[in-house]
């Protein structure tokens, strides 16, 4: 369901939009660039993608909400990018509300006509509210709690973190957002330890506090720079296969379904949802939070053999909507198979899981509205997804064959097919 982290070395390189920090002078370090996920995209390693005419696209213009359980936000390389916070609660639950602050409110009070069951929820906004806070029930911080706020650093940082590097093992390592001239709205979703790290009504009233802000933008800079695609690192699996749906397509009644009914509204806006496909290692169906028509499925290949699905990553039966961005395994010493991101307090760490797909994908979107023009309707949503398809690479693999549709996307391709 979520991807795992490995612990993180200690940061000694700074920005690497300006110079490439000097390593010490005993080490004989070379910059290694497939630690920076937008190199693995066909872009330069601080983010940014070059089509046939020579115009550069970096994501500027563009807002991507991420949506995850909490985020540290006092890198500057990332809270930078970051235009509005959000925390979502749920009232007399055995989970609770992990939210510092805010105020309890209703459904139909805070989205009047949202077609969902009527409950009341806390709602908290500006700055600080998707910061990591302990609740009653969960310390959030502890271990490896996935309400823990390194999981939605890392998501966040892989959308839109500036361009960084650290020196470590002997190597200039590179990182930076897939999209670092995008803006983020961080969306914090987490429930704590006793039951689903993402509580399912969590992330549907994150989802109807983004369609009501892409409907009415509150901000100038929203208004400057859209909403046009949404980051859920997260297949609602929770390492249950039972939760596995074997078939493409939502359950009556599921959360998919009214998940569903969300993101499809979302689409006639022009903005994409972005799903992680889980880390089961399934081969077919679909997942809980995957069975929608209209969001997207992002799984995750090998950097080293980019065609190839990592032996983790579902390969769902989800067809032309799923998608997938080079991951790896996240090994430490690193290898041929290891990228970074953003880690709590300003450093960074390697990672592995499909978690860390999804947020390239919403980064790409970004990158390509850029160039388009941010999506209107669902006819502009297509068009890019569409172009992302059929200008991605072709999956490699035993699993491949009984699987169709799914590609590994090249942004400078797609940017050469789009007008």
């Given at each position: 369901m979520?991807?795992?982290?490995?612990?993180?070395?200690?940061?000694?390189?700074?920005?690497?939009?300006?110079?490439?920090?000097?390593?010490?002078?005993?080490?004989?370090?070379?910059?290694?660039?497939?630690?920076?996920a937008?190199?693995?995209?066909g872009?330069?390693?601080d983010?940014?993608?070059t089509?046939?005419?020579?115009?550069?696209?970096?994501?500027?213009?563009?807002?991507?909400?991420?949506?995850?359980?909490?985020?540290?936000?006092?890198?500057?390389?990332?809270?930078?990018?970051v235009?509005?916070e959000?925390?979502?609660?749920?009232?007399?639950?055995a989970?609770?509300?992990l939210?510092?602050?805010?105020?309890t409110?209703s459904?139909q009070?805070?989205?009047?006509?949202?077609?969902?069951?009527?409950?009341?929820?806390?709602l908290?906004?500006?700055?600080?509210?998707?910061?990591?806070?302990d609740?009653?029930t969960?310390?959030?911080?502890?271990?490896?709690?996935?309400c823990?706020?390194?999981?939605?650093?890392m998501t966040?940082?892989?959308?839109?973190?500036?361009?960084?590097?650290?020196?470590?093992?002997?190597?200039?390592?590179?990182?930076?957002?897939?999209?670092?001239?995008?803006?983020?709205?961080?969306?914090?979703?987490?429930s704590?330890?006793?039951?689903?790290?993402?509580?399912?009504?969590?992330?549907?009233?994150a989802?109807?506090?983004t369609?009501?802000?892409?409907?009415s933008?509150?901000?100038d800079?929203?208004?400057?720079n859209p909403?046009?695609?949404?980051?859920?690192?997260?297949?609602?699996?929770?390492?249950?296969?039972?939760?596995?749906?074997?078939?493409p397509?939502?359950?009556?009644?599921?959360?998919?379904?009214?998940?569903?009914?969300?993101?499809?509204r979302l689409?006639?806006?022009?903005v994409?949802?972005?799903?992680?496909?889980?880390?089961?290692?399934?081969?077919?169906?679909?997942?809980?939070?995957?069975?929608?028509w209209?969001?997207?499925?992002a799984?995750?290949?090998?950097?080293?053999?980019?065609?190839?699905?990592?032996?983790?990553?579902?390969?769902?039966?989800?067809?032309?909507r799923?998608?997938?961005?080079p991951?790896?395994y996240?090994?430490?010493?690193?290898?041929?198979?290891?990228?970074?991101?953003?880690?709590?307090?300003?450093?960074a760490s390697?990672?592995?899981?499909?978690?860390?797909?999804?947020?390239?994908?919403a980064?790409?979107?970004?990158?390509l509205?850029?160039?388009?023009?941010?999506?209107?309707?669902?006819?502009?949503?297509?068009?890019i997804?569409?172009?992302?398809?059929?200008?991605?690479?072709?999956l490699?693999?035993?699993?491949?064959?009984?699987?169709?549709g799914?590609?590994?996307?090249?942004?400078?391709?797609?940017?050469?097919?789009?007008?």
């Amino acid at each position: 369901m979520f991807a795992r982290c490995v612990a993180p070395v200690l940061v000694i390189a700074t920005l690497v939009g300006v110079t490439i920090a000097a390593p010490p002078a005993h080490a004989a370090a070379s910059v290694v660039p497939v630690r920076s996920a937008p190199y693995n995209l066909g872009g330069t390693v601080d983010g940014r993608y070059t089509d046939a005419d020579g115009h550069t696209y970096d994501g500027r213009g563009s807002t991507v909400v991420d949506i995850d359980g909490a985020f540290d936000l006092t890198d500057p390389n990332l809270s930078s990018r970051v235009i509005a916070e959000y925390c979502f609660g749920q009232v007399g639950t055995a989970h609770g509300s992990l939210c510092s602050g805010g105020t309890t409110v209703s459904r139909q009070t805070q989205y009047a006509g949202h077609g969902l069951a009527e409950q009341p929820f806390v709602l908290q906004s500006g700055r600080g509210a998707s910061a990591p806070s302990d609740g009653t029930t969960s310390a959030c911080r502890d271990g490896l709690n996935f309400c823990h706020w390194f999981h939605g650093t890392m998501t966040a940082g892989l959308i839109a973190g500036n361009p960084s590097q650290r020196y470590a093992g002997g190597e200039i390592q590179p990182y930076s957002g897939a999209a670092p001239g995008a803006k983020l709205i961080t969306m914090k979703v987490g429930s704590g330890t006793t039951g689903p790290a993402f509580e399912a009504d969590n992330i549907l009233n994150a989802l109807l506090q983004t369609e009501k802000l892409v409907e009415s933008p509150d901000t100038d800079e929203l208004r400057a720079n859209p909403i046009v695609a949404v980051n859920i690192s997260n297949s609602g699996m929770y390492d249950t296969p039972k939760n596995w749906n074997p078939g493409p397509n939502c359950r009556a009644d599921s959360v998919g379904a009214r998940i569903n009914a969300v993101t499809s509204r979302l689409v006639s806006r022009g903005v994409s949802t972005i799903f992680a496909a889980g880390n089961d290692a399934l081969t077919g169906g679909s997942t809980p939070y995957t069975c929608g028509w209209s969001s997207l499925v992002a799984g995750a290949t090998e950097i080293a053999q980019p065609g190839l699905p990592t032996s983790y990553s579902n390969v769902l039966d989800t067809g032309a909507r799923t998608l997938y961005a080079p991951v790896g395994y996240g090994k430490w010493p690193a290898d041929a198979n290891t990228m970074l991101t953003f880690y709590p307090g300003g450093g960074a760490s390697t990672t592995w899981g499909t978690s860390f797909a999804a947020p390239q994908i919403a980064g790409a979107i970004a990158v390509l509205a850029q160039k388009t023009g941010a999506p209107q309707n669902a006819a502009d949503r297509f068009a890019i997804v569409d172009a992302l398809h059929r200008s991605g690479t072709p999956l490699v693999g035993d699993r491949v064959p009984r699987i169709g549709g799914g590609r590994l996307i090249d942004i400078p391709a797609t940017l050469n097919r789009l007008p």
